[in-house]
C-alpha cells in the first residue's frame, strides 16, 4: 500500500516539475523575444539617427578613425634589408618588323643609338632597424625615404654609362683606378723593401697605363658602336643586318682579331651597300609589285650611302675593342663562355619557365641552323626514332618542323596556317594540307613514329596551338 502510494506520489511531482520547466521555457521565450523586440527599435532609431548625420560629418568622422588607426604604433624588433651592388648592361635589338613610318624609325632608330648601357654600376644601399616603435606610417616614410635618396645616383649612373656618351663613368672608374695603382702599389712595396718598392713603382704605372688607354679605347668603341648600330637600323636591310649581326657579337680577344673582324664588317658594309642597290627593288617588286619596286629603289639608294659608313664605324668600334683586349690581356678575366644552352621564353606570350635542358638544347640545335628562329615563339617538342635515325618535331606558332639531329637539317617545315586536318595512322602522324605544296609536291606531311602516346601528344598539342594561334 505504501508502495503504491509513493509511486503515485512520484508520478504527481514529475509531472508538476515538467509543468514548471514548459512555463519556465515559454516565460524565457517571451523574454528573448522581448528584447530582440526591443533591439530592433533600436537598432531603427539608431540607422533613423545615422541618415540624419550630415555627409560632412560622417566624413569628417571617418578621417579621424583612419588618423587614429595610422596614429597607432608598432613595435618591430629587426628590420634588415641587405644593400645590392651590381652592374647593369642592356642592349637594344633592332629585330622588329619594318615599318615605313617616317617617325617611328627616327624614335627606334635613337633608341637603339643611346638604349644601350654598358657595366653602369648600381649600387643600393642596405637599411637595418632595430626595436623600433613607430607608426606603421612613418617605419614606411623611413624605408621610401631611404631609396628614394638613391634613386637621384642612380639615375646619374646609368646616364653616365650610355654608350653614345662614350660610358663616361667606365672611363673615370677606369683613370681612377690607375691613379691609385700608381700611388698604392709603390707604398706597398717600399713597406716590404726597396726591390719591392721599385717593383711597385713600375706596376703602378703599367696600371696608369693600362687602365688608361683601356678605358679610353672602350670609350672611343662604344660611341662608334652605337652610330654604326644606328646607321644600320635606318638602312632597312633585313640580309644585312642579319650579316652584320654574325661578325658584331664577336668579342676580340687582342688588337689583331679587332682589326679581322673590324674589316669584315667594313667589307659586308660595302658589299650590301652595291649589291642592294640591285638586289632590294627586285625583292620587294615580288613581293609587292609596283609599290614594292618604289620601296625597294628608296632602300637600296639609301643603303648606298649608309652602311659604308656604318663599316667604318663597326671597323673603329672592333679595332678598339682589340686594343682594350690587348690592353687588358693579363688581367684576370670573368668566364664569358657559356655553361648552358639558351634560355627558352615559351608561347605568344612570352612565359618565362623554369629552365628546361631539353627544350633549350632543341632551341639552339633551331638557332644554330638559322638565326632568325630565335624570334619564333616556341611550344613544344618531340624527340622521336624513325629507321635509326634520331629525328624531333618542334612545335612553334609561326613554323612546324620535322628535322634531323644528326644531320642538322631541316626534313619538312609548314606554317600551322595551312594544316587543314591531324590524323593518326599506324606508322605515324599524318597532316594534311589544305593546298598542294610545290616544294614537297604532296597534299600532306607526316611523323613516322610508332608510340601510340606520343602521337597522341603530339596531336592533342598542334591542335591546341592550331585553335590558338
Not at 618591430?76 to 622588329?96: C, G, H, R, V
Request: charged residues 20%.
Amino acid at each position: 500500500m505504501l508502495e503504491q502510494l509513493y509511486s503515485v506520489y512520484k508520478q504527481i511531482t514529475l509531472s508538476f516539475i515538467s509543468n514548471m520547466r514548459v512555463d519556465d521555457q515559454l516565460k524565457q521565450f517571451d523574454f528573448e523575444y522581448a528584447i530582440s523586440q526591443e533591439e530592433h527599435k533600436q537598432f531603427d532609431s539608431i540607422e533613423q539617427g545615422v541618415a540624419q548625420i550630415p555627409e560632412q560629418a560622417l566624413t569628417e568622422y571617418q578621417t579621424e578613425q583612419n588618423g587614429r588607426s595610422q596614429r597607432l604604433t608598432t613595435y618591430i624588433n629587426k628590420i634588415e634589408i641587405y644593400p645590392l651592388n651590381f652592374n647593369l648592361t642592356f642592349y637594344s635589338s633592332a629585330k622588329t618588323n619594318l615599318q615605313y613610318n617616317m617617325l617611328m624609325q627616327i624614335l627606334k632608330t635613337i633608341g637603339i643609338v643611346i638604349g644601350n648601357i654598358d657595366e653602369a654600376p648600381l649600387i643600393l644601399g642596405g637599411i637595418f632597424l632595430e626595436n623600433s616603435f613607430d607608426t606603421s606610417h612613418a617605419i614606411l616614410t623611413k624605408l621610401a625615404t631611404h631609396y628614394k635618396d638613391m634613386l637621384f645616383n642612380l639615375i646619374l649612373k646609368l646616364i653616365g654609362s650610355i654608350e653614345i656618351f662614350g660610358n663616361p663613368v667606365g672611363l673615370v672608374k677606369h683613370v681612377a683606378k690607375g691613379v691609385y695603382d700608381l700611388f698604392d702599389k709603390p707604398i706597398e712595396g717600399f713597406i716590404k723593401g726597396p726591390i719591392e718598392g721599385g717593383i711597385g713603382i713600375a706596376k703602378g704605372a703599367g696600371s696608369l697605363v693600362q687602365n688608361t688607354v683601356s678605358g679610353i679605347s672602350n670609350s672611343m668603341s662604344k660611341i662608334a658602336g652605337s652610330i654604326s648600330g644606328g646607321l644600320a637600323y635606318i638602312s632597312l636591310d633585313k640580309q644585312y643586318k642579319q650579316e652584320r649581326e654574325q661578325f658584331r657579337v664577336v668579342k676580340p680577344n687582342q688588337i689583331i682579331s679587332g682589326i679581322y673582324l673590324g674589316g669584315k664588317l667594313l667589307y659586308v658594309s660595302v658589299t650590301r651597300a652595291v649589291v642592294g642597290v640591285f638586289d632590294l627593288p627586285v625583292n620587294q617588286a615580288k613581293r609587292k609589285g609596283m609599290k614594292g619596286l618604289t620601296i625597294g629603289v628608296l632602300e637600296g639608294t639609301a643603303g648606298f650611302f649608309i652602311k659604308p659608313f656604318a663599316g667604318v664605324f663597326d671597323f673603329v668600334s672592333k679595332t678598339t675593342d682589340g686594343i682594350k683586349a690587348t690592353a687588358q690581356y693579363w688581367d684576370d678575366k670573368a668566364n664569358d663562355k657559356r655553361t648552358r644552352d639558351i634560355r627558352v621564353i615559351y608561347q605568344q606570350e612570352q612565359l618565362y619557365k623554369n629552365y628546361n635542358a631539353k627544350d633549350a638544347k632543341i632551341m639552339q640545335f633551331l638557332i644554330n641552323m638559322n638565326n632568325k628562329f630565335e624570334d619564333y615563339y616556341y611550344y613544344d617538342s618531340f624527340e622521336y626514332e624513325s629507321g635509326g635515325t634520331e629525328l624531333v618535331f618542334v612545335l612553334m606558332y609561326q613554323q612546324f618542323f620535322n628535322c634531323d639531329r644528326k644531320k642538322k637539317s631541316i626534313i619538312w617545315q609548314i606554317d600551322p596556317n595551312s594544316v587543314q586536318d591531324i590524323q593518326m595512322i599506324n606508322d605515324g602522324v599524318l597532316f594534311l594540307l589544305k593546298d598542294y605544296n610545290e616544294k614537297y609536291k604532296a597534299k600532306q606531311v607526316q611523323l613516322h613514329m610508332t608510340q601510340e602516346r606520343q602521337m597522341e601528344q603530339v596531336i592533342l598539342k598542334s591542335q591546341w596551338l592550331l585553335s590558338n594561334i
